[in-house]
């Protein structure tokens, strides 16, 4: 906005003849576009603008999803979200240390059953958003080569106080992935640590993924 | 009722311990995890027992307007202690917009029935005591499960003790006790609806809901204190330093998850 109103004045400046007042301040209005970057096609916040506005507006445009049916919702998810998440990532930084001990196939079934989980917390979610409810981009700040960044969200609803929504993601070879996900001050990689290490070292690896598995049953019936 | 709840807590502490998950590494902010375990416990059963039936009767019977005018007249309450506190963390630009929210919201908003500092983009910014000692340097402590409270630490349990007797506008202060306890039980009753919403989440998405509570409520309370003090967010740094048994190094280093900012 504030960019813009620079331009306009740039403009009218011009035409009253204040030609080296209008250079600078057009010079200031092009670094300002300069600095939007975080609007630019393929740059992290773009990607997670496009993503948010797209799972409201199909939350908003589907009652069965509003009204949480599961497999509308995981249908959702698969088709909005998952493009962009590098689940594999999110589930192996969970486990820690406790990756390399598993098997291929036990990795798979945990990311598998973790990703289940893990929408099941949209569940709850999804029935809170009303119309009015947007998402909004804070600035964010990092370096221009950076590989690993966070984008700043919140979430305004029309009652109720706003939500700070933090996403964490990586570049890789197909472009920018979210991988973590902060709420209220809460990352959620952090949040599933303790838990994930207190059921491998209680029933294995394959303890957690059938504690898992178990909970995303009663979920899905 | 302070002797209830004395016998309450002793009740629960005397079937502590047992509840501790076998074989789990000891988090070394909750030495007390034993005696927290029972009191979650504990709170949980007051809670499907008693309290979430009552607010959700309260919910059904109570029409939607009338209840909204009630979470906003203890919310601009607790506006009061906010601002206080925003001011003694230095944030005076937060204290003055939240004591404007309190004048506004109590005269425009007939005593708070109605957010209308909220509606013209004045948004609440809540502060306690707690959050002001952490703000000063005073660290957490052990992780503290209160009953009926719910998570805390022993600084923020110290800290809601202030707010509580700090606070000028305390329901404390009403003489009629019929009238207080009613204020009370009506403040309690609220405070639980404003969670029917999220449902049973946790008990959906938690592998274990007292240790998702307790991270979530130790990462929450940082993170608070680190935006009053308007220190960056620091981020998680999930790189793991012991790979003993390393023999694929390409994965490792991408499972190092380290910022290169």
Known sequence: ?221 | MNKNILALVLAAGLTACASVPEGAPPDPRDPLEGFNRSVYKFNDTVDRAVLKPVAQGYVNVVPSPVRSCVRNIFANVGDVMSALNSFLQNRAHDGINTTFRVLFNTTMGVFGCFDLATENGLPRNRADFGQTLGVWGVGSGPYLVLPFLGPSTIRDAGGTAVDFLADPVAVRNIDNVPVRNSVYGLRIVNARANLLEVGNLLDQVALDPYAFTRDAYLQRRASLIRGARSEDAELPDYSLPDYEDDDEPADAASASGKPKQ
């Open chain 1, 1 to 221: 906005m504030v960019c813009l109103d620079k331009q306009v004045i740039a403009l009218s400046t011009f035409r009253r003849g204040f030609g080296w007042l209008a250079a600078s301040l057009l010079a200031l209005a092009m670094a300002c576009a300069g600095a939007a970057h975080a609007q630019a096609p393929g740059s992290p916040e773009a990607l997670v603008k496009k993503v948010t506005d797209d799972v409201l507006n199909a939350i908003k445009s589907d009652p069965a999803v509003q009204s949480g049916n599961p497999r509308r919702l995981l249908q959702l998810v698969d088709e909005k979200i998952l493009p962009y998440v590098n689940f594999e990532k999110t589930t192996r930084l969970a486990a820690g240390r406790y990756w390399r001990q598993a098997t291929p196939e036990q990795q798979q079934a945990l990311v598998k059953e973790f990703r289940t989980t893990l929408v099941r917390t949209y569940s709850g979610a999804v029935s809170a958003v009303k119309q009015q409810t947007a998402v909004e981009l804070l600035p964010s700040r990092y370096p221009a080569d950076a590989t690993d960044v966070v984008v700043r969200t919140v979430i305004k609803q029309p009652s109720g106080d706003p939500v700070p929504v933090d996403y964490r993601m990586e570049k890789d070879g197909q472009g920018w992935k979210i991988y973590d996900v902060n709420v209220l001050g809460v990352w959620l990689i952090e949040n599933y640590r303790n838990q994930f290490s207190q059921q491998i070292s209680q029933g294995g690896i394959d303890g957690l993924i059938k504690s898992l598995a178990e909970r995303n049953r009663q979920f899905e019936n």
